[in-house]
């Protein structure tokens, strides 16, 4: 089947769209001609970025107070199908609230979904998608079959985004209908929480820690290390599942992809959950006890040795730079 | 307050995974168990029933060839009862399919006040399950919950996004997905291990609960090729001397970030 009309699902940030929303009008537009971003907000802040990116229409529900974007933007992109504008292929970001619309719209459309994947191709009438399993080792290609719309969820960083110096998005408004007991969650305070330094999906170098700290107090040397390579600090989800780190510090499949220039895991077996993740490093060191660890079967440069005596030799060493 | 908890048993992770030549889908044939993820859900369950008072929790799992060995681990933990789906039919079930099982499953328990998954399986990790259930059951979710607790009657979460977290009231009936760490999973007595050998698991096909397998055919997508991913090749591996931190300002040195 022919890709006539893609949507992206949109998310802005501070004001501006964010990276992955912009990867993913970029992959859009090399399918089609045709690409509309659906946003769950307000569009008139972006519409021209959104534009530079690709994308020719976009479809704003406007303030969704307080409303869960997974049942407001399904259900608006329900009604706009249900209204003659179905797309062939709708492109969403693997993160929580794009998740949530996929799953919801999965449900009213009765469409499967394909979710973790890293691209999407149409090859003739074939609509092909690639998504990475066991740890990134095997690479499945699955097709869609019947009609569509398809629905896909990517990985942050599948593609890279680039301005293609279109148009500002021609604004249309998209009514949220009402959404009945589904609706019945509101979110009533928001918390930002402050981190200093670069963000972990975003940062140059990532220095991640993972069991072999051995502690909690531990971490520490980890965080130290990540400020002064100006990088950011991560985990593995041993220690964000023991608790000693917030879930928005864990790297790998159920947290965050990162594709730093250097990636220090420290005292991480490399279980393929956290490989998914960081594999995508341009240089890995590693450093732990155990040599036939996992980790040294990507790391670039591996030590073998007790994380407890390399790190604070290494940060001493920097310091004193 | 009565609440039902989904649970996946899966091939032990510490295993490698294999898929099946036939299908292309997750080999699931060996010993399962209860999926890691799933012990939060079941633990939150608990304690919100005790903080209750009263009421009960219950196990739904969807599983081949009537594995109950996870669903066990549940019911030591303190679940009083459970429903196994388990129908050759619904082999290579979708995330969709699987939703509208569980749904059903979730139906013949006569619903309940909250319903609590995990915010995604360890084997499969589709990740929408929770939320396409949500739908079908006609149901408000709070997903990536990563703290909860009822409050006259109205469900109080934080939920977990990209900048922070927020705080996210629910009316009730609800179902929430929770993260991994939102609360400590307690370890079956051995008490409870007993007590759950006679706890019932009523299994079920999926024409019992009214629900029509879609199978392959209906997935509306089939796998087409598997290959293997280009291999990163290892580096220089060296024996910590005392000395190696040198190796790795070297290392950072010649790549110029430091």
Redesign the interface.
């Known amino acids: 089947m022919a890709i006539n009309s893609v949507w992206v699902f949109a998310q802005v940030?501070n004001g501006a769209a964010?990276t992955g929303t912009l990867e993913l009008l970029t992959k859009a537009r090399s399918l089609s001609s045709n690409v509309t971003a659906v946003l769950g907000g307000d569009a008139s802040g972006v519409a021209a970025q959104l534009g530079e990116f690709g994308a020719t229409k976009v479809y704003a529900t406007g303030d969704l107070a307080g409303k869960?974007p997974?049942?407001a933007v399904?259900g608006a992109m329900k009604a706009i199908i249900d209204g003659g504008d179905k797309p062939d292929l709708i492109l969403f970001p693997?993160?929580?609230e794009g998740?949530?619309v996929?799953?919801?719209l999965?449900?009213?459309l009765?469409?499967?979904?394909?979710?973790?994947s890293i691209d999407v191709a149409v090859d003739g009438d074939?609509v092909?998608a690639t998504t990475?399993?066991?740890g990134?080792?095997?690479?499945?290609?699955?097709?869609?079959?019947?009609e569509g719309p398809?629905l896909v969820a990517f990985r942050p960083k599948s593609f890279t985004a680039e301005a293609s110096g279109g148009a500002p998005a021609a604004i249309t408004a998209a009514a949220v209908p009402d959404l009945?007991?589904?609706?019945?969650?509101?979110?009533?305070?928001?918390?930002?929480?402050e981190s200093t330094g670069p963000k972990l999906d975003e940062a140059?170098?990532v220095v991640s820690g993972g069991r072999g700290l051995g502690e909690a107090d531990k971490y520490a040397m980890v965080e130290e290390l990540a400020k002064l390579?100006k990088g950011a600090p991560g985990a593995s989800?041993a220690i964000?599942?023991?608790?000693w780190v917030p879930?928005?510090y864990q790297v790998g499949?159920?947290g965050k992809v990162v594709k730093p220039?250097?990636y220090?895991a420290a005292g991480i077996s490399g279980a393929t959950?956290h490989m998914v993740g960081m594999?995508g490093a341009k240089?890995?060191?590693a450093i732990n006890k155990d040599?036939e660890a996992p980790i040294?079967?990507?790391?670039?440069?591996?030590?073998?040795?007790?994380v407890h005596?390399?790190l604070p030799?290494?940060i001493e060493?920097?310091k004193g730079? | 307050m009565n609440v039902i908890v989904c649970v996946k048993q899966i091939p032990d992770?510490a295993l490698?995974?294999a898929?099946d030549g036939a299908t292309?889908t997750l080999k699931r044939d060996g010993k399962l168990i209860l999926d890691?993820s799933d012990a939060y859900g079941v633990e939150m369950a608990l304690q919100l029933v005790d903080a209750a008072g009263g009421g009960e929790v219950s196990i739904i799992s969807m599983a081949p060839n009537g594995e109950t060995a996870g669903m066990r681990t549940a019911l030591a933990m303190g679940a009083a009862k459970g429903i196994l789906v388990s129908d050759p039919a619904l082999q290579g079930s979708?995330?969709?399919t699987t939703?509208k099982v569980l749904a059903a499953a979730v139906q013949r328990l006569g619903g309940a006040d909250l319903i609590i998954a995990a915010?995604?399986s360890?084997d499969g990790?589709?990740?929408?399950?929770?939320?396409?259930m949500?739908?079908?059951l006609?149901?408000?979710?709070?997903?990536?919950a990563?703290k909860v607790k009822i409050d006259g009657g109205v469900l109080k979460a934080?939920?977990?996004?990209?900048?922070?977290?927020?705080?996210?009231?629910?009316?009730l009936p609800?179902l929430i997905s929770v993260?991994?760490?939102v609360v400590?999973p307690r370890y079956p007595s051995f008490k409870g291990i007993m007590a759950a050998k006679s706890k019932p698991v009523e299994e079920v096909t999926a024409s019992d609960l009214g629900v029509t397998p879609a199978g392959w055919a209906g997935?509306?997508?089939?796998?087409?090729?598997?290959?293997?991913?280009e291999?990163?090749q290892?580096?220089?591996?060296?024996?910590?001397d005392?000395e190696?931190?040198?190796?790795?300002?070297a290392?950072?040195e010649n790549?110029k970030?430091?």
């Not at chain 1, 040294?296 to 007790?306: E, H, M, Q, R, T």
């Open positions: 940030t964010t869960l997974g049942v399904s693997q993160n929580y998740r949530d996929l799953a919801r999965s449900v009213k009765n469409k499967s979904v394909l979710t973790n074939a092909n990475p399993i066991f990134g080792n095997t690479l499945v290609t699955t097709t869609f079959t019947g398809y009945g007991a589904t609706g019945g969650a509101k979110v009533t305070a928001v918390h930002v929480e140059n170098i390579l989800r964000v599942d023991a608790g879930y928005s499949q159920t220039s250097v220090i959950q594999k240089n890995i060191i040599k040294f079967g990507i790391a670039d440069l591996g030590i073998v040795g007790d005596k390399v030799k290494l060493a920097l730079r | 992770p490698p995974g898929l292309n890691d979708d995330a969709l939703a915010t995604e360890s990790y589709t990740g929408t399950v929770p939320e396409q949500a739908e079908v006609g149901l408000p979710s709070v997903t990536f990563k934080n939920r977990q996004t990209e900048e922070g977290y927020d705080e996210v009231e629910c009316a609800a993260t991994a760490g400590e997935a509306g997508q089939k796998v087409t090729l598997v290959a293997q991913a291999a990163r290892a580096g220089e591996i060296v024996e910590d005392g190696s931190f040198g190796k790795i300002v290392f950072l790549l970030v430091i």
